[in-house]
């Protein structure tokens, strides 16, 4: 059974850093894609970053040269570093893993998900 365990949420002030983390348990495929949603309310979830297998990365527009996505494969843990917050960055944040992905952001592509972790920025 897959599970991805979200941890790392919390309040800060922009301008701040956080790290979240979602550690991975049951997930053996060889081959994967492994992304970071997040979610604000009223909204649609959108895609944030995600990595591959090959630990090739992409990011979305809004948060480019502010996060980083990674992995440690010995932890079976992923990251997001997020720098530089912004109030829009305020969201709960999903990680989520499928062997099979043909667009790396896009929910739909993703079959196992976190429960969540919840950002919050002020201004």
């Known amino acids: 059974q897959n599970q991805l365990a979200e941890s790392g949420g919390d309040s800060v002030q922009a301008g701040g850093s956080l790290r979240l983390s979602c550690k991975v348990s049951?997930?053996?495929?060889?081959?994967?894609?492994m992304g970071w949603f997040r979610q604000a309310p009223g909204k649609e979830r959108e895609g944030v970053a995600a990595i591959d297998s090959d630990g090739n990365t992409k990011y979305a527009d809004s948060v480019k040269g502010r996060f980083t996505i990674s992995q440690d494969n010995a932890k079976n843990t992923l990251y997001l570093q997020m720098n530089t917050l912004k109030p829009e960055d305020t969201a709960m944040y999903y990680c989520?893993?499928?062997?099979?992905?043909?667009?790396?952001?896009?929910?739909?592509?993703?079959?196992?998900w976190g429960q969540g972790t919840q950002v919050t920025v002020s201004s």
């Open positions: 049951g997930y053996t495929y060889s081959t994967y894609y």
């Open positions: 989520a893993a499928d062997p099979d992905v043909y667009r790396p952001l896009t929910t739909s592509d993703y079959n196992y």
